[in-house]
């Protein structure tokens, strides 16, 4: 993950992924459709298991 505003106004950049979506302000939100993860599948899929 990269934060955005590391860039200038780069119009060929892509949105399409959201994390946290379950932590968000109601009043956010993007127009375009992006594949979104709570902070549990977040954490399901990168936090390695205790094995």
């Given at each position: ?28 939100s ?17 936090v390695?298991?205790?094995?």
């Amino acid at each position: 993950m990269i934060p955005v505003g590391l860039f200038d106004a780069e119009e060929s950049l892509v949105f399409d992924h959201q994390i946290f979506i379950d932590k968000k302000p109601t009043f956010y939100s993007f127009s375009n459709a992006t594949d979104n993860m709570t902070g549990e599948e977040v954490f399901a899929r990168f936090v390695p298991t205790s094995e």
